[in-house]
């Protein structure tokens, strides 16, 4: 079950990072000169303008990683990683019980509206 984490960490981590990145990119240069002009340093600029400006967007990016990242844990379950693919296919599927698949389905898409909800 855990051996699926690690992949799943590494595969979303660069997908997280690039839109953190054009998060970033897009807050308006002119608050930070603004903020340079009033003598803020580099890191009160980075905390105090950056950041709030460009959270909006983190949050957006985050969200959707953490959607692809359900995704892309219950197809790793059904080939045999574990977790809610894995009980898709082989109590649903393979036993032809199409109660469970459609109880795992609702659950998953569940599980995506509340993080979408959140985020």
């Known amino acids: ?39 803020c340093e580099r890191r009160h600029i980075v905390w105090h303008v950056l950041l709030p400006e460009a959270l909006p967007g983190i949050i957006g990016g985050f969200t959707l990683t953490v959607v692809s990242l359900i995704g892309a844990s219950a197809m790793a379950g059904a080939v045999g990683a574990g977790g809610l693919g894995d009980i898709a296919i082989r109590y649903g599927y393979q036993r032809f019980d199409t109660t469970v698949m459609a109880v795992v389905i609702v659950v998953l898409i569940g599980l995506v509206s509340l993080v979408q909800w959140v985020g």
Do not use: K, N
């Open 1 to 39: 079950v855990w051996a699926a984490v690690v992949p799943l960490s590494i595969s979303a981590t660069p997908f997280f990072a690039r839109i953190a990145e054009i998060s970033l990119r897009e807050v308006d240069r002119g608050l930070m000169e603004a903020a340079q002009a009033m003598g």
